[in-house]
């Protein structure tokens, strides 16, 4: 069965970094394009950010220039590098694929950028 598994998240002050991780089982990774969303406290889920299998990346115009998502098929493996973190940024992070027309996500992971 598909399972995302995230990790990194953590407290972190006002421009600091995090690397979040989100292992993939269960399918042929490397065939599939991966997403990043967050949810902040009393707001929607929104995408982040998005690789194709081909690597082609797209950002939401809020992490443009701060945020990178890269994937290492070989380990079945999504990465989200976050640098210049904001207070906004405060959410869980979750991982999500789109297989055969069914969405999965994984746990989540939770960010807080907070002094």
């Known amino acids: 069965q598909v399972q995302l598994v995230e990790s990194g998240g953590g407290l972190v002050q006002p421009g600091g970094s995090l690397r979040l991780s989100c292992a993939a089982s269960?399918?042929?990774?490397?065939?599939?394009?991966i997403k990043w969303y967050r949810q902040g406290p009393g707001k929607e889920r929104e995408e982040v950010a998005a690789?194709?299998?081909?690597?082609?990346?797209n950002y939401a115009e809020s992490v443009k220039g701060r945020f990178t998502i890269s994937r290492d098929n070989a380990k079945n493996t999504m990465y989200l590098q976050m640098n210049s973190l904001k207070p906004e940024d405060t959410a869980v992070y979750f991982c999500?694929?789109?297989?055969?027309?069914?969405?999965?996500w994984g746990q989540g992971t939770q960010v807080t950028v907070s002094s």
């Open positions: 269960g399918f042929t990774f490397g065939d599939y394009a």
């Open positions: 999500y694929v789109r297989r055969l027309y069914v969405n999965y």
């Open positions: 690789i194709t299998s081909g690597g082609i990346t």
